[in-house]
């Protein structure tokens, strides 16, 4: 424990520049990729994700994304301290944030705030870097339509790793495949906004003053209505969100009817992460798009 103690003020003194004394290292629940810890010091608390060294990548990606959130939106944001390496690990050193009560008109303003972000836009669809959803490579790179970008770079990059992955078998991928030319008249035209891209109720913590507060993005530029079908996927978004989010980023009609097919690619990150008991959520989709 000692020796932890001194990897961890020797990684906290070359992000903060001054001594520091670690007093306490308590693990955090909630991470099932990382190992999450709250490390007490003589400078106050610090949010410290460690993993492998060659997981360096991952943490710098989630340094620029959580960087990238905290310049474009009005969510409360774990400042990011630092991205360090030493001889066997990777650290992301982050802001603590202290877990508050959520105020009266918590939703709302959540609702409000994604909307805000989600105005925030960008000439192309994706992102200038790469990055990660959980621990899969996301690619982002930039495509000027919504089609190309959804199919290529989210449902058929995931389906070649399942492929990859003995997960599903030739007449899937060609039955999954039909999905594509079924895509072109579905979406409506919009200008790309700045998604979280990972955004279930695991990923909001309650920060200070009772605010929601955004962690583990996986940033890009993307159709804002990808962001609301995954907040639907596995649920605890209270009804005020959507109508705060409805009044101000106002969807088109038929989202109901187009919510799954956005879902289909963290359905098929799902799969790839944990296995073969999200294939048939997935074929009921297909079937019903075909």
């Not at 990897?7 to 992000?15: A, D, G, R, Y």
């Not at 690990?89 to 959520?102: A, G, K, R």
């Not at 770079?153 to 790793?161: G, I």
């Not at 009817?257 to 963290?266: A, G, I, K, V, W």
């Amino acid at each position: 424990m000692h020796n932890q103690y001194q990897n961890f003020s020797k990684v906290l003194e070359q992000v903060l520049g001054s001594a520091v004394k670690v007093e306490a290292i308590r693990p955090l629940s909630g991470g099932c990729i990382n190992n999450a810890l709250l490390v007490k010091t003589n400078q106050g608390p610090f949010f410290v994700k460690c993993n492998r060294r060659e997981k360096h990548d991952m943490f710098l990606a989630e340094y620029k994304g959580l960087s990238l959130l905290r310049k474009h939106s009005q969510f409360v944001i774990p400042a990011v301290l630092g991205c360090e390496v030493d001889a066997d690990n990777s650290y992301l050193i982050l802001e603590f944030i202290e877990h508050t009560p959520q105020v009266g008109n918590y939703w709302e303003i959540m609702g409000r705030q994604l909307a805000e972000q989600h105005h925030n836009h960008a000439d192309l669809f994706g992102l200038s870097h790469h990055n990660y959803i959980g621990s899969l490579f996301q690619d982002n790179s930039k495509k000027e339509h919504w089609n190309d970008f959804f199919i290529e770079n989210r449902l058929e990059a995931q389906l070649q790793l399942a492929i990859s992955n003995k997960l599903v078998d030739k007449k899937f991928v060609t039955e999954f495949r039909k999905i594509y030319s079924r895509c072109k008249d579905l979406f409506p035209a919009v200008k790309p906004s700045l998604l979280h891209g990972d955004l279930w109720s695991g990923n909001i913590i309650t920060g200070l003053d009772g605010m929601p507060c955004l962690i583990d993005p996986a940033v890009y530029y993307g159709h804002p209505e990808m962001e609301i079908a995954f907040t639907r996927l596995f649920g605890g978004f209270d009804a005020a969100f959507y109508a705060s989010y409805q009044e101000n980023y106002p969807m088109e009609a038929g989202f109901d009817q187009r919510m799954d097919l956005y879902n289909l690619y963290p359905l098929l990150v799902h799969l790839n992460l944990f296995g073969a008991s999200y294939l048939s959520g997935i074929k009921r989709i297909v079937s019903r798009f075909l």
